[in-house]
């Protein structure tokens, strides 16, 4: 079984790691990684962390490109790509550019595209933008789809465009924290008896007035002595600069460059809070018990929202500094959200994942690999 990863990202190397860690250990899998470029440095620091080998770096990613850009390169890549490595199934992650050109190139080659991560559904085209998008297209061209939680398999049920055959697993992402928690173990993070607040900020849609918002929010909770408040800044040039603009200099402010997994990871653990938009937090502060305000207006996370360990706040100044402040203040209101919950797996997606591989290959599987460009495309493996 020839299976082939096409990542491109920091996030989808993360939620790679663990399914090319549990495929190494199986006989019957060769697996193969591929990295689009998209990010560059930061795919590269996730790859160091978790030991990653990467077959072939397509370094497609430039300063600046569109997501159109991008997308119109992994499709022109891919075809060569795959009449060399000639895999049986594209393994793709979540919601990037990388994840979707590569899926949709792939199936236009008539190959098998598995999704990890699918079904996931803010039910707004608009938010994330291009992520919604870009799921619901992947989840509509998979043969094999993962949906992490019984809600995902219900997105995926409800759309009549979804053909593949669903397996509930858990979120990899999980097995990724447990993993690099495991090798962080005894490192707690000294904060000087300030209680952490960790934030994190990168999303499209947020650029501008968003980070704006979120921006004043932190300026005001700065003035209390009781806080640190770090923020680790995404490389995007256009998410920097706002941040920077509005927070260089500030006390009780820590700006940093993006950091290595094994830091945020201790960082996430040694957080009183969290206040991000992205969605890797949103998975992972629930099994480290740490509450997260999310700065999104909505959550393709209900699973998270319905244990009470996140909560929706937007980037309105005064809703951001309201929530927070009760967090900070009402040891009954933060002790509600501080439970460990595990809504997204105890860590064994990875190996869910490649057993629905293993038994795909052994059932569905086309006949024996031809040029990918001959192929006509995939029945429904419903
Ligand atoms: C709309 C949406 O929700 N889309 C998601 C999007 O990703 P995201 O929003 O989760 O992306 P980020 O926030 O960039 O990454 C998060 C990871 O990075 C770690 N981290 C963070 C800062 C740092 O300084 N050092 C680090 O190590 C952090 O702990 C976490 O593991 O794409 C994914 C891939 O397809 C999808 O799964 C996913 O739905």
Redesign the pocket.
Known sequence: MRLLSVVG????A??IAPIARAAAARPAIDHRLVATGQHRE?FDD?AAAFGLTVDRNLALGETGQTIEALEQRIAAALPALADELRPDMILV????TS?WGSALAAHRLGMAVGHV?AG?RSHDLAL?FP??RNRVEIDAVSTLLFAPTATARANLEAEPAVTGRIHVTGNT?ID??LWMRGMAAGHRLHDGGRRLVLV?C??RENIGAGIAGICEALRRLARRPDVRIVL?L?PNPSVRAGIREALAGIANIEL?D????P???RM?DGAHLIL???????E?APALGVPLLVLRDNS?RPEALATGNIALVGTDPDRIVAAATRLLDNPAAYAAMAVPAYPYGRGDAAERILDAIEDWAATFRPRASQPASGRSPPASQA
């Open positions: 990202t920091r996030p989808e993360i939620k930061l996730m992650q979540g919601d990037t994840a991560e996931l994330p992520e919604e992402g990724a924290l994190t990168h999303r680790p995404h940093l993006p950091l290595d997994y830091t945020m990871v996430m991000s938009d992205s969605g890797g937090l949103q992972e393709e």
